[in-house]
């Protein structure tokens, strides 16, 4: 049994239809508390944040919010790194709309940090050299849109509830032109990191 520390709808999805069981226990550990100038590092760091603060409240048998014991816990933080400026969520449809413009026809990069603790481990966090802390990043080629193709896409509201402004899993989809690397890390988990970094627990 997996614990996410997310309430990310996309991430749960990716788990069920992997056939992972999973519990999610929320953070809500306050992600503007903790600033750092290289992206990679940020994420990483915000995933291990949130992280720590699940695994403080699930106690030592990671316990979901239900109770059920864990065997490992996932926290993920992903964000949108285009022409030196990084995109979480747009605070409204006037920053999705401005974002858009600019990013359409263009390369970003996705970065997702990946924090993963085991069940019974000290409450201290990996260390940033260990494979279990660890940001995976994909480039992303957005299509040029028109004016009226961004109205209708920020109109949506997709925008608003994503990293980077878009959803690769949703509307999203239609406007990436090219991607170069993890395809499930841009929607918020890389599934082949995670097939890595639990070889003991029988995923496959």
């Given at each position: 049994m997996l614990l996410l520390a997310s309430a990310s709808a996309a991430r749960r999805r990716l788990l069920s239809q992997a056939g992972i069981p999973h519990r999610v226990r929320v953070s809500g550990f306050d992600e503007s508390a903790l600033v750092d100038p290289d992206p990679i590092r940020q994420v990483a760091l915000l995933a291990q944040a949130k992280?720590?603060?699940v695994a403080a409240a699930a106690g030592p048998d990671l316990l979901g919010a239900d109770g059920t014991p864990c065997q490992a816990l996932v926290?993920?933080?992903?964000?949108?790194?285009f022409e030196g400026e990084l995109f979480g969520k747009p605070r409204d449809a006037a920053e999705a709309t401005a974002r858009?413009?600019?990013m359409g026809g263009r390369w970003a990069d996705l970065h997702t940090g990946h924090c993963l603790l085991l069940a019974g481990e000290p409450p201290h966090g990996p260390s940033e050299a260990s494979s279990r802390l660890e940001t995976?990043?994909?480039r992303v080629l957005f299509a040029a849109?028109?004016?009226e193709a961004i109205a209708r896409y920020v109109a949506s509201g997709e925008p608003l509830a994503c990293a980077?402004?878009?959803a690769l899993e949703g509307r999203g989809s239609l406007l990436v032109e090219r991607l170069e690397g993890c395809y499930t890390n841009v929607i918020g988990l890389s599934m082949p990191w995670l097939r890595r970094s639990l070889p003991g627990m029988g995923l496959i």
């Open positions: 992280a720590l603060a926290a993920c933080d992903s964000l949108l790194s858009w413009q600019r995976v990043t994909t849109l028109d004016q980077g402004g878009f």
